[in-house]
């Protein structure tokens, strides 16, 4: 018969190997997150909006992590290829996500009639990061100074008025004309290849007025080359609190500001996808980042996955809109 020592050491290790087994079958969700460097795919160059607030954040969570956090800017095909890039990255385990504004998302599905990847099923929301309320600017030859005088102004002169956008289909080119809808204007459309084109378009005076961010025209209003009449998020910019919302009595509920999102791959286990939402979230908001993303005309947000998902929802009903009344064919 085997002694007591002897039977007791056989179960000793047969625990521990129950054990160990117990820990290595673990899924990943329940083992550290991150244990290697997280992917930031973005679907624009450098520069951008999305990119800007990409950068800043990957410093942050870099340091939080104590794991490198990359960016791979992937533009082209209207995020289609940043969404191949994802999905060719292996199994959807939170460590390649996309950094984007919503119109992957909310405009895109409405625009084009077949594209490369599902809105709706490829992809989960993890956080909102922030809006970028897009001002709408004029050139010093339109005779207003405030939103009602350039109301009265274009009214005045229908079809006369150009305005600039970075494409058909652009949140800059929706943004006017759910403005122009909804009061009755009568503008003309000047499509640009990007806000690089459609810039300078407007301080040269080839278009009288166009949204944008307000980082790519800040120094053109600080000098008087331009000057801002309106916004178009639903609240005043914390950086420009005297220049009003088309929602505060305009038009009531306006809301057309682009928000840059964070979106995962459908099948992330939902213990990694709550993690990364909480450490997102609560990086975006840390002081230091959120004064960062400010100067760059930026307002942060950091949301749960449902939260993302209810904004995602509400913009592409009102994008949805606007295509439809102004009768863009999908592509």
């Excluded at 806000?195 to 790519?216: D, E, H």
């Amino acid at each position: 018969m085997l002694s007591r020592k002897i039977v007791a050491r056989v179960l000793s290790v047969s625990c521990l190997a129950v054990a160990s087994l117990a820990v290595t079958s673990l899924p990943l969700a329940a083992q550290t997150f991150p244990s290697k460097p997280v992917k930031f795919v973005v679907p624009y160059p450098a520069g951008g909006f999305p990119d800007t607030v990409a950068r800043v954040l990957s410093k942050a969570l870099t340091e939080k992590w104590n794991q490198q956090v990359i960016i791979d800017n992937r533009p082209g095909g209207s995020g289609a290829v940043a969404a191949q890039t994802i999905k060719a990255a292996g199994p959807a385990d939170g460590y390649t996500l996309l950094v984007t504004d919503g119109s992957m998302f909310t405009i895109n599905p409405a625009l084009f009639a077949k594209l490369e990847y599902d809105a709706k099923k490829d992809f989960v929301p993890v956080s909102a990061l922030g809006k970028a309320p897009l001002f709408l600017a004029a050139h010093p030859s339109v005779p207003a100074t405030t939103l009602a005088e350039f109301i009265a102004y274009v009214k005045a002169n229908p079809g006369k008025v150009a305005y600039g956008s970075s494409g058909i289909g652009s949140t800059h080119h929706l943004t006017t004309e759910a403005m122009s809808t909804a009061l009755g204007l009568n503008m003309i459309h000047v499509p640009y290849k990007g806000m690089g084109q459609a810039t300078p378009a407007l301080v040269g005076g080839q278009v009288q007025i166009l949204f944008s961010a307000l980082p790519a025209i800040g120094g053109f209003v600080k000098d008087g080359r331009i000057k801002l009449l309106a916004q178009n998020s639903n609240k005043r910019f914390v950086s420009e609190p005297k220049v009003p919302t088309l929602g505060e009595s305009t038009i009531p509920g306006f809301d057309f500001a682009p928000t840059t999102i964070v979106m995962a791959p459908a099948g992330i286990p939902p213990a990694v996808l709550r993690q990364l939402a909480n450490d997102i979230a609560q990086a975006i908001r840390s002081p230091a980042v959120a004064e960062t993303l400010l100067n760059s005309g930026v307002e942060v947000i950091g949301s749960t996955p449902d939260e993302l998902a209810k904004v995602l929802a509400e913009e592409a009903d009102r994008f949805g809109k606007i295509i439809k009344t102004i009768n863009i064919k999908p592509e």
